[in-house]
C-alpha cells in the first residue's frame, strides 16, 4: 500500500470516527461519549478509534469541532451570494430555522445541546464551545448591524437582538425535539423575523 492511501485510508477512518461521535453526543451528550461503545458501534478496537486523536478530550473536541462545520456549511455558508443588508438577514434566519427543523443530528442542535451539558463544567471543551459562542454572537450582530442600514428607525441594538434571536432559536429546538410541535418553526422563523425589524 502507498503512503498515500494509507493516508486516505487514515483520514476516511478518522472522519467516521468523527461522524458517529458527533451523532452519539448529540443524544448523549458529550461527555457520555466512551471510546468503547464508539468501538463498538464501530466494528474497532479502543486503541483504533482513540488512536487518530490521542485521547478521549481530543476525539469530544474533534466532534465539536465537525459539528461547527456542518452548521457554518448549512447556515453561513449560503449566505456568499448575498450583500450585507436586510435579504441577507432573511436568508440567515430562513436557513437557520430549517436547520433546526431538518437537523443533521439525531438529538437536535448540537451547540444548544453542549451549552447546556458544558455551560457550568470548565475545562477545555467549555472554553472551545465558549470561543464558538462568542464567535457566532459577534457574527449575528454584525449582520443585524448591516441590515439595519436598510430598515426604518429606530433600531434597538444589534447585540440585544442577537440575544433574543439565539434565545429563540434554543426555544425552537426544544419545541422540535422535546414537543415534537410541529409548527414550532414556521412560528419560530415569524418571530424571529420580527425580532429583528424584517416583518
Known amino acids: 500500500m502507498s503512503p498515500r492511501s494509507s493516508f486516505a485510508d487514515a483520514a476516511r477512518t478518522r472522519e467516521r470516527i468523527v461522524r458517529l461521535a458527533v451523532d452519539e453526543a448529540s443524544r448523549i451528550g458529550l461527555e457520555g461519549l466512551t471510546i468503547g461503545s464508539l468501538a463498538d458501534r464501530l466494528g474497532m478496537s479502543k486503541a483504533g478509534v482513540v488512536g487518530p486523536f490521542g485521547s478521549r478530550e481530543q476525539l469530544q473536541a474533534a466532534a465539536l469541532e465537525q459539528a461547527g462545520q456542518i452548521f457554518r456549511a448549512a447556515v453561513i455558508a449560503p449566505l456568499a451570494e448575498f450583500p450585507p443588508g436586510a435579504g441577507r438577514l432573511t436568508r440567515l434566519i430562513d436557513g437557520w430555522v430549517e436547520y433546526l427543523a431538518e437537523c443533521p443530528f439525531p438529538g437536535g442542535c448540537f451547540v444548544t ?22 464567535e457566532w454572537r459577534a457574527f449575528l450582530a454584525a449582520e443585524v448591524a448591516a441590515a439595519q442600514a436598510d430598515l426604518p428607525q429606530p ?10 434571536l439565539i434565545g429563540t432559536a434554543m426555544a425552537i429546538n426544544e419545541e422540535i425535539q422535546l414537543l415534537h410541535d410541529s409548527s414550532a418553526a414556521a412560528r419560530g422563523r415569524a418571530a424571529m423575523r420580527a425580532v429583528a425589524g424584517l416583518s
Open 113 to 134: 445541546a453542549a451549552s447546556t451539558e458544558l455551560d457550568g463544567r470548565p475545562g477545555v471543551l467549555r472554553d472551545r464551545l465558549a470561543a464558538v459562542a462568542v
Open 155 to 164: 433600531h434597538r441594538s444589534p447585540r440585544e437582538i442577537a440575544t433574543v
